[in-house]
């Protein structure tokens, strides 16, 4: 029987310096995409993924979204952070699942995908959306602990690991086809209003939510636009 494999690659893709250059020919002036460094293979299916950073775009965090209903995160780990215990640059640093084992889990979104200059790097929000119709939100908290080793030079450093927890802060059926759940296909939330969520279903229709009156009803529904399910969202 064939097998279902999902596979993770992170690229590395080398940008110019932008200087001017006569020479549209010239390989140092274009935009390269270098081989591939494979993160994780697995039997389930990888959805999608999302990258999100701190204030200072210093640490860098990227969520994916597997067949299986889990959802992974990762933590980017730059040059200078990597080390003989790190076999790539993306170390897993959490595996949960708060829903149970009976949806695939079809998208993620972060509340703050871009870093904003003075916010913290964790706590932060995670919304994702499942073939079973339903629709999570997320608290993620993270621990960074300084570990102390010695490197080749003798000379003692510090370095950081992080553990993160996924806590469930809220579910919810939102969408709905012949009296039967639909594909959630995208949710996102808006723009710097952590408690406003919108998402997209199979059945044609975009709901916007205000998780702090409920989620018993979504506030508006969008279905004469679409003439397909709504599978991106951005805000």
């Known amino acids: ?37 494979t993160i994780v293979k697995e039997d389930s299916g990888i959805l999608d993924g999302k990258w999100t950073s701190d204030g200072d775009a210093t640490t860098f965090y990227y969520a994916t979204a597997h067949a299986t209903g889990d959802i992974q995160l990762y933590q980017l780990m730059i040059h200078d952070q990597l080390d003989s215990r790190h076999t790539s640059p993306l170390e897993m640093i959490q595996v949960g699942r708060t829903l149970p084992r009976d949806g695939i889990c079809l998208a993620v979104a972060w509340n703050h995908p871009l870093s ?96 702090r009156v409920g989620t018993t009803r979504p506030v508006q529904i969008l279905s004469k636009t679409f003439e397909a399910g709504v599978t991106v969202l951005s805000p």
């Not at 596979?7 to 549209?24: E, F």
């Not at 073939?131 to 997320?138: D, K, L, T, W």
């Not at 579910?171 to 969520?197: G, K, L, R």
Request: proline share 4%; glycine share 6%.
């Open 1 to 37: 029987l064939a097998r279902r494999q999902g596979q993770l690659d992170l690229y590395s893709i080398r940008v110019p310096d932008g200087a001017d250059d006569d020479d549209n020919n010239d390989k140092d002036s274009q935009l390269s995409l270098g081989s591939p460094t």
């Open 116 to 211: 904003i200059p003075g916010s913290s790097t964790l706590p932060k929000k995670l919304v994702s959306c499942y073939s079973n119709g339903q629709v999570a939100i997320h608290n993620v908290h993270g621990v960074v602990s300084a570990e102390s080793f010695n490197s080749n030079s003798q000379q003692e450093q510090q370095h950081s690991t992080t553990a993160a927890t996924l806590d469930l802060v809220e579910s919810w059926s939102a969408h709905q086809m012949f009296q039967n759940p639909a594909e959630v296909w995208a949710a996102c939330f808006q723009t710097h209003q952590d408690d406003i969520v919108l998402t997209g279903g199979d059945e044609g229709q975009l709901k916007l939510w205000d998780v």
